[in-house]
């Protein structure tokens, strides 16, 4: 008997094969799409960070009174940032460094980041860290009683004020910088002389950062007998140019009040100016042209506007800096004696 029939091929296992082959390669497909997305996603961060970040840390300019005095310190500051040397403004709490500083870094028509310096800054405050972390994870059940789990954990680094200024060519104002501790200063060290910003944490050509020519560093402090100064180290001091300032003339000082202060005028605020300066010769505590302006502004809010007022106004200006309670006495008589001494009245 003949069988007719064609003879049937196993094609079995070859359509198990091509179906693991698929899956597999589905498998391969996602991951690719997963890690082109990761990399979109971290150049779109790469990309927005310095815009983020300006937002953030670049604080508006103040008003600001441009007096012959005041020109003479912008043309000093100035002549030395041309030439690509940090500027370092020493003065006492008080006499406009901060003002300046901000000031000539916006006319520079760059970026301006702005680092306040504390005890607690470190060197990543400064640079930045590996801050974050993201993970990714994959499951593969196409195989029957088969799962695979696999996380992908990436560090991502974040950068902070100085690299962000040094990358950008931003003019850095960096306030306050002597109350920072001097170890976690040192990384400006190849940043002024070198030309170069170390990443203490990043990992191969990454860690080292070229500094853009337009980069440019205004550094503010007190003098170093204030509370809370550390004495930065010589090698640092010796790559900065340092203009010492100290309060403004009467006029400046005046103009100055005059910008920050609506409805009071210029008579009353030219007396106030007057008393502050005539305290800040006869107290032992600085007394700054902010003095002078909080001052100003709490005569502006009063209506009857007497001598005892005034006193209690100055008073409660100059109260937070002496040491104890049971000196506050002694400051409000010498107050009420600069003022009658003046005769100082406020209309």
């Known amino acids: 008997m003949t069988n007719g029939s064609r003879k049937r091929k196993v094609r079995g296992s070859q359509i198990r094969s091509s179906r693991d082959e698929k899956q597999e390669q589905n498998v391969r497909n996602r991951r690719e799409k997963e890690r082109q997305r990761l990399e979109k996603q971290e150049s779109h961060r790469a990309g927005n960070g310095a815009a983020q970040f300006d937002d953030r840390f670049m604080p508006e300019e103040q008003p600001f009174v441009e007096t012959e005095a005041v020109a003479q310190v912008e043309t000093r500051m100035s002549r ?8 370092h403004l020493i003065g006492p709490t008080g006499c406009g460094k901060t003002a300046l500083a901000m000031h000539v870094a916006h006319e520079r028509d760059r970026p301006v980041v702005w680092i306040n310096g504390d005890a607690d800054l470190t060197t990543s405050d400064l640079v930045g860290e590996y801050a974050e972390k993201e993970r990714i994870s994959e499951r593969d059940k196409y195989i029957h009683n088969v799962i695979k789990s696999k996380d992908i954990i990436r560090d991502r680094w974040v950068n902070n004020p100085l ?11 960096y306030n306050e910088f002597s109350r920072t501790k001097p170890v976690a200063n040192n990384v400006l060290l190849s940043v002024f002389e070198e030309g170069v910003l170390e990443l203490p944490g990043q990992r191969g050509e990454s860690r080292y950062v070229d500094v853009h020519s337009d980069f440019r560093a205004i550094l503010t402090s007190n003098s170093v007998e204030y509370a809370g100064v550390h004495e930065p180290q010589d090698a640092l001091l010796d790559r900065l140019v340092g203009l010492y300032m100290d309060f403004y003339d009467r006029d400046t000082e005046v103009e100055i009040v005059q910008s920050h202060v609506d409805g009071l005028d210029a008579e009353n605020i030219e007396q106030i100016v007057e008393l502050m300066r005539e305290l800040r010769e006869r107290l032992d505590i600085n007394v700054g042209t902010r003095a002078a302006i909080m001052a100003a502004e709490g ?10 007022v005034l006193t209690d106004i100055c008073v409660d200006v100059l109260a937070s800096k002496v040491a104890q309670r049971s000196e506050v006495s002694e400051l409000r008589d010498v107050v009420e004696s600069a003022i009658q001494d003046m005769e100082v009245t406020i209309s």
Request: aromatic letters at 4%; a negative charge; glycine letters at 10%.
């Open 80 to 87: 030395w940032l041309d030439v690509g040397r940090p500027v």
């Open 163 to 173: 690299t962000v200024a040094v990358q950008e060519g931003a003019t850095l104002v």
């Open 299 to 308: 005569i502006g809010t009063v209506d009857d506007r007497n001598q005892s």
